[in-house]
């Protein structure tokens, strides 16, 4: 069965340093999201993708976020230069259907840790 | 704005017991709601969804949850609790915005006991 990949599972990084986090969506997908879960708080939107572009994004994605999808395959969210505040599961999902009513297909998470 | 409120961040149940984990929303205008279940070390899986279809909607694994817009909720059901549903769930509504903008309650960690 399909299902979106993510890597890496674990990263830890000292504050300050640049991160990706690489996403592998569903092949045939066409609207791409990242999703982040601080340690006992909500799962939040962060940004969804479509079309090479931004579509949305929320007032936790600022400058210090990016999003790029450079190969066709991989989908990538950039984190410039990490905060202790940063460190939380990102999940990346996929859709393949425009309309509130598609379901999200989610990868299982990349944790990342900012000491 | 939507939001999502979970009643309970855990809830405990014996196996083959009624589970009933809650969830309220507020919405300022008709909802699309799901609830997404997540196994340890593993994604956000979707159980159900509602799409102002009919208000029972049944989901996989034997889950089910009603609409109901007097109540504000969408509470999500499962007659007999197997061990194998020990999980966290999420209740979601969509954003309004572009599609795929959810927005998640907390979450409510099931613990199965045999």
């Known amino acids: 069965e399909p299902e979106v990949t993510q890597t890496p599972s674990h990263q830890v990084t000292q504050m300050g340093q640049e991160v990706i986090l690489r996403c592998v969506p569903i092949?045939?997908?066409?609207?791409f999201y990242w999703y982040r879960q601080i340690l006992g708080q909500k799962v939040e939107f962060l940004v969804s993708?479509?079309?090479?572009?931004?579509?949305?994004k929320s007032e936790i994605f600022d400058d210090q976020f990016s999003v790029e999808r450079p190969d066709g395959s991989n989908f990538t969210l950039k984190i410039r230069s990490t905060k202790l505040e940063d460190s939380a599961m990102y999940f990346c999902?996929?859709?393949?259907?425009?309309?509130?009513?598609?379901?999200?297909?989610f990868g299982e998470g990349s944790r990342l840790t900012v000491l | 704005a939507q939001s999502v409120t979970q009643l309970g961040s855990h809830v405990s149940v014996s196996e083959g017991a009624l589970v009933l984990l809650r969830c309220n929303y507020s919405?300022?205008?008709?909802?699309?709601l799901f609830w997404y279940v997540q196994y340890p070390n593993q994604g956000l899986q979707l159980l159900l969804k509602y799409t102002s279809a009919a208000t029972l909607v049944k989901g996989i694994n034997g889950f089910e949850a009603e609409f109901k817009k007097s109540e504000t909720s969408f509470h999500l059901t499962k007659p007999s609790a197997h061990m194998s549903d020990a999980a966290e769930y999420f209740c979601a509504v969509s954003g309004g915005g572009s599609q795929g903008n959810l927005i998640f309650g907390k979450g409510t960690k099931l613990s199965v006991k045999p």
């Open positions: 993708f479509y079309n090479n572009e931004i579509s949305e």
């Open positions: 092949s045939n997908h066409l609207y």
């Open positions: 919405s300022s205008v008709p909802p699309y």
């Open positions: 999902a996929s859709n393949l259907r425009s309309g509130s009513t598609g379901e999200l297909f």
